[in-house]
């Protein structure tokens, strides 16, 4: 029976992608673990492989194709010995108008390539392709009980061939809590009421690719729901920079050169271990708190930015740190980051001092707890312990928090550990 290939959700954020390349054309013999096509999402290019063995009988979406949306049947594989001539040709609505109504026959021939519902195991759904449910369906299998081999552990064809018979598990249906009336969000003029404002003046009108609209939404969602309150401190730098003159004099034969925000970053995960409670992340009706130190940079490119995420921190030296920062910037600005490497993390940093930017409040990237804003080091007249006015190099930093993962005090006893980390650096490396 003639399997469905649909467009593949690549990140938990992915709602609609650019069918880029095809790397297979009709006709095409395909294993599971073949590269079909190049999927352009909001943040990179990745290349979707096979999840089933077949031939491509027919591809649905050309590529180039923009805003095709995720489980848009994009192309259809065949059994051995099926034929091509068993697909109608309208087996897939084209992806602006996708519906889940089955295609209607057509010069009498219709085919049904409608799969049984996905399972569920323990509330969550279990990955599986289409062929591998009709199969499991016909034998009797619960697919909830089979260890998949297909990518990120999806139940393919083989596993399920391979699996004995046994009783179909029957999924309890979620439990649905009703949701609490909310007043409409304001809404702002619309595009065409903008644009009329604008008539008879210059412009150059710029369509938002898929980055920049996930950029608006994530950020429009974080400053509407997510409760912030920002906390305020002065670091001086003066020992951490003389610090970093001596390592990097020492590391020279290495080809290492620390920066300061190799420093920020190892200064936030040892908090993070001091402050266990701030470690944490908001998960709609509960908090999380992690126990390693997953610290997110925000990197700018072209068009955007990424936020990719530094794992483990707190157990990584500072040339380790500074070298896996270098590789995932570039790989980011290339847009060649996979999705586990800019998702995730608990706390985030967005250093803007090189720009020469003294202080700013930075926007929290949910589920984050919390984000630092970094400004520039400056010389600046303080008062010494000697009550003696002295110059000493100072950094503006500015902590955004989530309140609803953590209160004032604990966001200050947090800020106050990267402070100390920052202001006393041998003893991070203790």
Known sequence: MPTEILMPALSPTMEEGTLAKWLVKEGDSVASGDLLAEIETDKATMEFEAVDEGVVGKILVAEGSEGVKVNT?????????ESADAISEDAAPPPAAVSEVPPAPRNGKAVNMAAPAAPVKDGARVFASPLARRIAQ????????????????????ADVEKAEAQPTATAAAPKIEAAAPSAAMPSGPSADAITKMYEGREYEEISLDGMRKTIAARLT???????????????KLDALLEFRATLNGQLVERGVKLSVNDFIIKA??????????????????????LTPSDVAVAVAIEGGLFTPVLKDAHQKSLSALSA???????????????????QGGSFAISNLGMFGIDNFDAVINPPHGAILAVGAGSKKP???QDGQVEVATIMS?????????????????LLKAITHN?????????
């Open 73 to 81: 049947p994009i192309a259809v594989l065949l059994e051995d010995g």
């Open 138 to 157: 016909q034998k009797g299998l619960d697919l909830a009980g089979i260890k998949g081999s297909g990518p990120h552990g999806r139940v393919v064809k």
């Open 221 to 235: 969602e974080a400053k509407q729901t997510v409760p912030h309150f920002y906390l305020r401190r002065d670091i």
């Open 268 to 289: 936030c995960a040892n908090a993070l271990q001091a402050v266990p409670a701030a470690n944490s992340v908001w998960a709609g009706n509960r908090i999380l708190q």
């Open 324 to 342: 896996e920062m270098k590789d995932l910037a570039t790989r980011a600005r290339d847009r060649k980051l996979a999705p586990h490497e800019y």
């Open 382 to 384: 303080i008062v010494g």
């Open 397 to 413: 930093v500015t902590l955004s928090v989530d309140h609803r993962v953590i209160d004032g005090a604990l966001g200050a006893e």
């Open 422 to 430: 920052l202001e006393n650096p041998l003893a991070m490396l203790a």
